[in-house]
């Protein structure tokens, strides 16, 4: 199935949560908006400076070099008289710009006499360095929309309205399993004694960092046994209370693999081939009344079906409207002369000269490149590459976030 059919099926399935509360503007960073903010006052509320000076008219300034008595000194949170006529007002940066006064000169245009005058050394223009009232943020405008996923610039813009607190959507309630007799904790065994045939639970630490990076409550329910009664309780235990199931391993057609029977025996199970390279066997359906995710065991493939089909539907499950994933155009200073009938998504990192460097071996096992690039290349079926063409470059900073 092509990736952006499997998409657009998955977040059919991926209705908005019912629910909301109200959260402290200063802890909403990553929480999602479940109303429009609208803005119950203009930002700036009145014309204020935006530079420390001399607030003055220009008509009393008809060329550089003239002087003018100051009349008052204006600091920011006081308010100043109407400007006589023939004078200057000191004023400092946000400080309201007095009535009468129509421009700012900045400090440095200026030379303050020992007379109690200052010489203005240029010849200003109306509006100048004057921030004016509502030229931010307008009376009854909307200044975010729901479905926007507050990043530390929006809450400082909700708060410039005043707004203490936020109306959030409910966080996913997730539980991680992971499965296969091999995983082996770190810690359970030094690395030099580690018995054949296991390997260290790597997917397990950076799946539960990213769910917990979309905002969402994890449960960790550990290691579940390749056993398939084991499998059908961890699994029952995981859909009471949570909204999302997600495993890793286990969802292929081997003897020893029961996350797909059990399942299907505690609800419904769709196992889809997504044609991309690293990941290609996903699962979803339903465990009870949980949604069930379930994602390849080869790390690195984990690791990409989680970012491409995950993300977008952790988010969309929050009310986010726009889940697409970020891509930035980038040259490739790499080959890549074998394409591939899959979708591929190739480790990259930026190097200095502006272009993106390839990992050298892109197996769907080595999470080393996960760590030396910054972001991987989203390459089209049957696509070869050549030095110097345009590739579709995703950060990893955007799909990790």
């Known amino acids: 199935m092509p990736l952006d059919e499997a998409l657009a099926a ?49 008509a009393d300034v008809a060329a550089p070099g003239i002087a003018l008595p100051v009349s008052q000194r204006i600091a920011a949170g006081s308010v100043g008289a109407p400007l006589q006529g ?3 007002a000191r004023i400092f940066t946000g400080a309201p710009v007095p009535p009468g006064a129509d421009a700012v000169v900045m400090q440095e245009d200026c030379v303050a006499q020992d007379d109690g005058t200052v010489r203005v050394q240029t010849q200003p223009h109306s509006g100048q360095n004057i921030r004016r009232a509502g030229e931010d943020i307008a009376l009854g405008s909307t200044v975010l929309h729901a479905g926007t996923r507050l990043a530390p610039a929006a809450l400082g813009l909700a708060a410039s309205i005043g707004l203490e607190h936020l109306p959030v959507a409910r966080r996913p309630r997730v539980a991680l399993l992971s ?7 770190p810690g359970q065994v ?4 580690l018995p054949p045939g296991a ?29 398939r009664e084991a499998t059908l309780a961890a699994l029952r235990e995981a859909a009471a209370g949570h909204d999302v199931v997600l495993t890793s391993g286990g969802v292929s057609v081997g003897e020893e693999d029961h996350i797909k029977p059990a399942v299907q025996a505690l609800g419904s199970l769709d196992l889809w081939q997504i044609a991309i390279k690293p990941g290609k066997p996903f699962a979803c359906g339903r465990v009870g009344q949980a949604h069930f995710l379930g994602l390849p065991g080869n790390p690195v493939a984990s690791f990409v079906t989680f970012a491409v089909l995950v993300r977008p539907f952790l988010l969309r499950l929050q009310g986010v409207r726009d889940v697409t994933m970020p891509s930035i155009a980038a040259r490739a200073d790499f080959a890549w002369p074998k394409a591939d009938k899959r979708r591929e998504f190739l480790r990259v990192r930026r190097n200095a000269a502006g272009g993106l460097d390839l990992y050298p071996h892109q197996g769907s096992g080595v999470l080393t490149s996960t760590v030396w690039g910054d972001g991987v290349v989203d390459n089209p079926p049957g696509q070869a590459i050549a030095p110097g063409d345009t590739v579709r470059y995703l950060p990893f900073s955007e799909l990790a976030a």
């Open 10 to 58: 998955l977040l059919a399935r991926a209705l908005p949560l019912a629910g909301t509360e109200s959260v402290p503007t200063l802890q909403a960073d990553g929480r999602v908006l479940a109303q429009d903010l609208v803005s119950a006052l203009q930002v700036p509320a009145f014309d204020n400076s935006a530079m420390d000076g001399y607030a003055l008219r220009c």
């Open 86 to 88: 023939g004078t200057a």
């Open 179 to 185: 499965t296969g007799d091999e995983l082996v904790m």
């Open 190 to 193: 030094p690395p030099e004694q």
């Open 199 to 227: 390997i260290f639970n790597s997917n397990r630490f950076f799946l539960r960092a990213l769910v917990q990076r979309l905002g969402c409550e994890l449960t960790d329910l550990g290691k579940v046994p390749d056993q």
